[in-house]
Antibody, heavy 122, light 107 residues
Framework: EVQLVESGGGLVKPGGSLRLSCAASGFTFSSYSMNWVRQAPGKGLEWVSSISSSSSYIYYADSVKGRFTISRDNAKNSLYLQMNSLRAEDTAVYYC???????????????WGQGTMVTVSS | DIQMTQSPSSLSASVGDRVTITCQASQDISNYLNWYQQKPGKAPKLLIYDASNLETGVPSRFSGSGSGTDFTFTISSLQPEDIATYYCQQYDNLPVTFGQGTKVEIK
């Protein structure tokens, strides 16, 4: 079964850090670009970051650029999001999502994890 | 950034009704448009990619059309399990952007 499972969410104070992980199974992880998409409580979807299959191409939303770092370990079938200098507006469910196609830039997200909640509050 | 505007924001329809949602891009995005369904408390699910291609396993009552700036998503016969919020998403330019969502309810 193709599956993505996120972990690492939790409650953190403003200015703090958190590292999210996404474990992939059931497909050749190293062949696909991967993404993080978030959803603030009661709000819509916001793309956060993308990384190509070999980590050669990395993209960020302006709202997280300079604070968040996406990475992957193809040997461990894992995707990561290191989040620093967290703000209240980063509070959201964070989803990892696979790209539908083998491409360098994000296109369509065909497999999603269940999400992990990040709450930034004092 | 490319702005994606969906309408309506919400709708209420009866089982068996034809439901149409529109999505307008702030600039030409060719056919680089996807549609997702999100049920409460669940992750989004890809339904339509490249404006009109049905994702594998998605029922044929769902369809999409359009190109350029104007796109349409249709449920030909609304079913109780279609209660969800639907989002369009463009990938012509970075950042990838989503519409604000359309909440579909049963009347």
């Amino acid at each position: 079964e193709v599956q993505l499972v996120e972990s690492g969410g939790g409650l953190v104070k403003p200015g703090g850090s958190l590292r999210l992980s996404c474990a992939a199974s059931g497909f050749t992880f190293s062949s696909y670009s991967m993404n993080w998409v978030r959803q603030a409580p009661g709000k819509g979807l916001e793309w956060v970051s993308s990384i190509s299959s070999s980590s050669s191409y990395i993209y960020y939303a302006d709202s997280v650029k300079g604070r968040f770092t996406i990475s992957r370990d193809n040997a461990k079938n894992s995707l990561y999001l290191q989040m620093n200098s967290l703000r209240a507006e980063d509070t959201a469910v964070y989803y990892c999502a696979r790209d539908l196609r083998i491409a360098v830039a994000p296109r369509a997200f065909d497999i999603w994890g269940q999400g992990t909640m990040v709450t930034v509050s004092s | 950034d490319i702005q994606m505007t969906q309408s309506p924001s919400s709708l209420s329809a009866s089982v068996g009704d034809r439901v149409t949602i529109t999505c307008q891009a702030s600039q030409d995005i060719s056919n680089y448009l996807n549609w997702y369904q999100q049920k409460p408390g669940k992750a989004p699910k890809l339904l339509i990619y490249d404006a009109s291609n049905l994702e594998t396993g998605v029922p044929s009552r769902f369809s999409g059309s359009g190109s350029g700036t104007d796109f349409t998503f249709t449920i030909s016969s609304l079913q109780p399990e279609d209660i969800a919020t639907y989002y369009c998403q463009q990938y012509d330019n970075l950042p990838v952007t989503f519409g604000q969502g359309t909440k579909v309810e049963i009347k």
